[in-house]
């Protein structure tokens, strides 16, 4: 078999292309220009490279040539936005679409840039006060143990107990902050002098106590810690970096005895895992690595081989949708000097764990500028260039507007005309574009207004009767509780529309008997309803005439099949209750099933009643048929048993994939839940068939009665 191949021509398509350039350089002045100039630029430019001479005569005509190339390209791009720009706006969608773009998506573009920054600087403040506020916390803790470690000491007697002191009060503090150190350092007693009623300086020697794996314990107090102590923030060397060195964090606070001077007590809480993950938990900050910006000289002597971690992950899936990376840069001191410079920490923000409060609690950047007053400045520069492109839009989407609100002036005044209800206003048609085939679509619109408002009309009429004839239907069905002595009997009808062909009652019968009856009129809608109101009507007669189903059923057949279309049909149960001597009798016409669902001593299964019978309505002869079909059966009920009459719209919901509900998941669903009160079981059962349909629409009326025999304990009736 012969196959054919077409390949394509790139030589024939380069050779268009440079037909095309060749057209352009030789026949139009900006080619021409570009020409020029180019051959100007290479002559010069030849004659500089032989050496043959330069003048100033030469650098102007090598500049003229570079004019006239400047200028050529200029017209070249100025010919292509002649032929962009005829493109885009020859359409009135597209000038429509240039005007929303210039009117509203730049402007949505910059309102995110703006509120995007305002958010980044809240949150910077907040999240830098949240961790201020944590260290501030913490440093008040060590503060606290350094000060209760003094006065222990001050109050012993005995300097030999120092160490068992600070061993003892590490342990205890080490619940609250874990990693405490403490150690004592000797001072001099003219450092601070002690108060009048002080106690002499007592010589006690240098001790530590905790794990001090962080940085080695310090062995003085520097000259610039005040007497009244000292609370603060550290950084140790941990890692090297490769742009600052990488550093840990620490709190340090230093206590001084308040009657006798002669030493000093000073408690270290790092930063650690178990510190972080407690500041976690109450600020839903994570704290990470923190770096130097500056002078080396600001670390104190770390530990080696001391982990610093990057900033930790969160451990679940929304902690990392809500979670972002951040800088916060906070004050921190030099244990040598008492300088103080800037600590960037990288922590990860919760936008859940932010509170609603605001502060300026920026550390300096230098001088008097702040991290914050950087974005302030970069949010004012961003609002102000918003403000000006906002300007040059809304100018440039009114002049583009402006060629569309003139063709629709007249657009307008007809919609006008029509609103005021002159549908005969007719709009001149002035051009065959779009603006004109819509003003025809117009003329024609309005000449088939009228006919459609005059439909409206109609149909508004016939849902008003509609919804009239559905509450008329409904007020043939049995109103507010249905209460029989000694049965709980609970039901519901659903129409599939409006009104529908199911019905369903409860008949009073002599002798404290009563009738249940159940019918399903075929087709839906009110042709259904018509039937479903005169079988009411018909059975509420024959049931005072007729105590056996089986003959109330003959007669229902005879007089109905005289009146009933040929095609149309009605099927039924009927039951009498003797709830005295605890027998049923029931005949069924065509109907679905009865399940039966035994009380006491049953093995908990449902049973299916469906004695043989056919459907009312069918005139194959004088009733002959139907009455030798029809047979009448009869049950004994016990205190417990339960029956449903259902009609084919129960057993038949489907679902938007054709399934059906079905009798054995009716029966199934009985079965499960025949404990609870009759009323609960009737909406669950409407639950199960709700949710097994889902989305897809009712296609035929839903029918359910429950009828419960009592027992000696009291059933939940429901209506």
Sequence with gaps: MASTLTFSNPAGRLGAWAAAARRFLLTTVEGRLIVGGAAVKVAVNGIAFAGLGASRILEGISTAGGLAILAGVLGLLYRAWRGVRHQLLWRVRRKLIISYVFIGVVPVILIIAFFVLAWLLLFANISSYLIRSALVDLGEGAMSAARLAAVEIEDRADPARVPAILERRAAAEAVRHAGISLAVVPIDADRCPAPADGAPARAVAAASAGSWAHTLAPGLVPAWVPCDGFAGVLAYGARPGPEAPAAEVFVRAVAFPERSRGFAVIADVPVSRPVRAAIEAETGIVIGEASLVGSTSLLVRGTAGTPAGDLPQASTAAERVWRFPWVALLDHVDWTTGRTGPLPINIGLSVRAIYQRLSASQASLGGTRSFGDLLLALLLFVSGLFFIIEVVALVMGLALARSITGAIHELFAGTERVRQGDFGHRIPVLARDQLGELASSFNQMTGSIEDLLRQAAEKKRLEEEMRLAREI??????????????????????????????????????????????????????????????????????????????????????????????????TMTYAVIDPAAGVMTYARAGHTPLLYLPGRGADGRARTLAPDGMIVGLRLDDGERFKSLLVESTLRLAAGDLLVFFTDGVSEAMNDRADCFGEAQLAELVEQHAHLPIGELRERILREITAFVGEAPQHDDMTLILLKVRGDEQAAGAS
């Design 473 to 570: 239907q409904m007020s043939l069905l049995p109103r507010g509780p249905l209460v029989v002595p000694g049965v709980a009997i609970s039901a519901l009808c659903v129409p599939a529309r409006e009104v529908g062909g199911d019905y369903y009652d409860v008949l009073s019968l002599p002798d404290g008997r009563f009738g249940v009856l159940i019918a399903d009129v075929s087709g839906k809608g009110m042709s259904a309803a018509l039937y479903m109101a005169e079988l009411k009507g018909l059975i509420l007669s024959l049931s005072q005439v007729h105590l056996s189903p089986r003959e109330l059923l003959i007669g229902a057949n005879r007089l109905i099949s005289m009146h009933l279309d040929s095609r149309s049909f009605i």
